[in-house]
């Protein structure tokens, strides 16, 4: 693997600061160098790397995405997923997790696979480099209940038909499911403690009780594993604080006492409330049947507007909320995920500098990774973006390909620049 010095970028450090013009050189898998040029910085020792000029390009952490469904096929429904049988399945997680690589996302943390091994095997894939596809933390299928979300079965089919979900009931049912998932070897546990409007259960309803709460938490952590949580509803946001489960998926629903509780305990959750589902699911999915007079009635351009309230006071009050969220549905395709950063600018109110380090700084610490990942500095991991453009003055130049010149992940380019490169000839570079 040879070393890479980029030249001549201006550089994101994922710090909060503003960019410099400067040099990072890479070596191995590490950033090893990061030179301000404009300061008449210390030349960069480069011998033998390759170099290349990235001619003004700006240069960032690789994204993080917080809430990732590999085997979320882009289809309209989740029957549409479930039915898919699992040798096209497989082939497909291998195909979107490249995908999140060819559009920045580095790393990604799985919410939940539609059958109980898909996102351990692709993980294990992406390890071994049978596959390509970004870092990746593997979730088992959502934990439900009778009658919750993800409880596609039906009365009159066998019982032992294959369910979206792992559907359990009581404490002993939630101590098994948890153990099976360990056993399959899932980096974390993913429970639905709220239902979800579209599947007739409200996105405002909890009903696990506490027992069978404290049981997942218990068992997953004997375990080492994380909990998610699928949690739209105000007392499932509480839940999530009193059983101290670290990640809350959507937090649509908020009351004082609840951003209280988030807020007191802000540095043992990250939020990840996957706006683009609430906002294409009311507004652009008439095509799939959903019109706006659909999605109204079901519920969800109140809980859009909920949401929207929720993050913007979570974001006073500096609780950490990160993109990712339900890409996946015919009306949020893969690919697309970098909307996300979009949204935080223009509903939650975020600046564009907050909406990257949403995606960066609070990324690795979301992988549990840190200290070695989401920065442009010295010793970190070399997860590396080059793009054509200021997403500083425009966010949503992340969403186009086109404009993202390089992708690097571990010291590697999964793209490399199309920009002239050459080989370091002299001790010393730039
Ligand atoms: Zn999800």
Redesign the pocket.
Known sequence: MADVLFTNVRVFDGGGDAPFTGDVLVQGNRIARVAKTAFGARPVPAIGAQVIDGAGAFLMPGMVEA?T?FS?NDQPSLDAIQRMPPEEHILWCAEVAKRYLDMGWTSCVG??AAKPRLDVVTRNAINDGTIIGPRYLAAGQ?ITLPGGLGDSTQPHLPQHEFAFGAIVSGAEEMRRCVRMMAKYGVDSV?INLSGESITGMPSEMSQFTEEEIRVCVEEAKAWGKRVAA?ARSTWSIKQCVRHGIEVI??ASFTDEEALDMLEAHKTEHFIAP?LA?LINTSHHASQWGLTPEVTKKMGYHRELEAAVESMRAMRKRGIRILPG??Y?FAWTPHGTNAKDLEYFVKYVGMSTMEALLSATAWGGPMMRMGKVLGYIREGYLADILLIDGDPLADITVLQDKARILAVMKDGEFHRAPAMQRTRATTRWAA
């Open positions: 809430h469904h979320w919410a939940a959502e993913k699928h998926y959507h996957g589902w969220g339900d996946g």
